[in-house]
């Protein structure tokens, strides 16, 4: 890791959270976040866009594509090689190592029937690029077995549980449909409502904090999808 932090600082952030255990070259992040705005949660900004996958009659995963803020993206690119000759292959290096790395957080991604898990196969097609300031890392996540329409209404969340990133969509037309799924499933997206104590809470905590992994899903989005039962 190339950043200007000592190896001890880096650990020590690095342990106290889960994102950033997630995305080493983020660690800095933190220690410049304590300088601009030593309290609050969060204290990085993931854009989200995804499109949900499937045709005859199931559900097959999720198209992903996560566009982070500007000084996220900068810390994540810092003594990085961007060279012409060598820029495709230190941002694929990147991707890789993020996907890598979010696995035993299931990519932040929770799909649920009821109050059960929906498992994922490995992700596929991780690919990181640079539009002006910002990074946008693109991939597949397919489930591990195809969810056939019952006529139920499955949930969709992606957060970080300590809400250090906030992970949202920003529009409701950045999640959509297949055109597929389109045809038979409808989807509604719900906003957040965190009481004004939950609120007060996420504000006051400072950046080294002891993660609260209750917190992040108190101010995430749901995506409710519906599909009916396939007749047969």
């Known amino acids: 890791m190339n950043n200007p ?4 600082l880096v650990v020590f952030l690095a342990a106290k959270t889960q994102w950033l255990t997630c995305l080493r070259p983020f660690a800095i992040i933190v220690a410049t976040c304590w300088a601009l705005n030593i309290q609050a949660h969060p204290h990085s900004w993931v854009d989200l866009k ?8 199931k559900i097959t995963g999720f198209k992903m594509s996560w566009t982070f803020d500007a000084i996220t993206s900068a810390y994540l690119l810092d ?3 961007l060279s012409a000759a060598n820029k495709e292959a230190t941002l694929q ?4 190592s993020v996907m890598a790395n979010m696995l035993p957080e299931h990519y932040f991604t929770y799909f649920y029937d009821g109050e059960t898990p929906i498992k994922y196969a490995l992700p596929g097609n991780a690919r990181l690029s640079k539009n002006r300031t910002k990074l946008t890392l693109d991939f597949h996540l397919p489930l591990a077995k195809a969810q056939q329409f019952k006529g139920k209404t499955l949930k969709l969340l992606i957060f970080e549980p300590g809400y250090y990133v906030d992970m949202s969509w920003p529009k409701s037309e950045d999640i959509q449909l297949s055109a597929d799924l389109a045809e038979h ?3 509604k997206l719900v906003a957040p409502d965190p009481t004004a104590e939950q609120v007060t809470y996420a504000m006051s905590l400072p950046a080294d904090a002891d993660p609260d992994n209750a917190l992040g899903q108190l101010f995430t989005q749901t995506a409710l999808i519906t599909c009916p039962a396939v007749k047969g």
Do not use: F, P, V
């Not at 932090?5 to 001890?8: A, D, G, L, M, N």
């Not at 290096?93 to 890789?96: E, L, P, V």
């Open 185 to 187: 499933c409808t989807l």
């Open 93 to 96: 290096k990147i991707a890789n």
């Open 50 to 57: 995804t499109e949900i996958e499937g045709e005859q009659g």
């Open 79 to 81: 003594g990085e090689d």
């Open 5 to 8: 932090i000592s190896r001890q």
